[in-house]
Structures are given as C-alpha cells and as structure tokens.
Nanobody, 117 residues
C-alpha cells in the first residue's frame, strides 16, 4: 500500500486547510485509515481515524475542529481542519492499518502544516 499525502501549507490562526491522502489500493479494503502528526521535538500523535465502515474517532485536540472523511471512488481520505491554532503546526502523516490476517501498518510521507500569522 502506498499513501500520498498532500494539502499542507502555511495558514493563519483561525484559518482552514484540507489534507488529502491518496491510496494505491481500494481504501474499502483497508481496515483503518487515519492521520497522525508530529510537532517539532514531540512524539507522533493520533489526530483522527476512520474505519472501512465509516466510523470515526478523534483526538481531544481535534474534536469539533477537524473532520476526517473518505471518498471510496477516489481511494482518498481527507482531513478538513478548521479553526487552526498555532499548536496545530506539525508534519501530518497519513496512515493505513490492516488488522487481518496480520497487523500491517503503512505510512505516507508527511505534509507540513504551519499555522502562523
């Protein structure tokens, strides 16, 4: 599975960005897809995930501001980020997990999001 992330950039506080993650396979065949982020000097952390049947889960910091969604026809997962804050500045990584028959984890390259005035 290859994942191609895009959509990062520089945005002012309060602004919005939409990240995209295009997969090389049908995303309906992937159990869980998600977004993680890593800020400078910090560990990588979960932002949001979506399962193959459409269930979603968010980090507390993302609830109410970010929305994860998927487009099966385009094999793409999105992360809509609104009301961005400076603390959202990080490299955002796309992730895919297959749970069966064995756990397999795939990472895309990161896309940098910088929130600054």
């Amino acid at each position: 599975v290859q994942l191609q992330a895009s959509g990062g950039g520089l945005v002012q506080p309060g602004g919005s960005l939409r990240l995209s993650c295009a997969a090389s396979v049908r995303i309906r065949s992937i159990d869980i897809m998600g977004w993680y982020r890593q800020a400078p000097g910090k560990q990588r952390e979960l932002v949001a995930v979506i399962t193959s049947d459409g269930r979603t889960n968010y980090a507390e910091s993302a609830k109410g501001r970010f929305t994860i969604s998927s487009d099966n026809a385009k094999n793409t997962v999105y992360l809509q980020m609104n009301s961005l804050k400076s603390e959202d500045t990080a490299v955002y990584f796309c992730n895919a997990k297959d749970l069966l028959p064995a756990l397999r984890i795939y990472w895309g390259q990161g896309t940098l999001v910088t929130v600054s005035s």
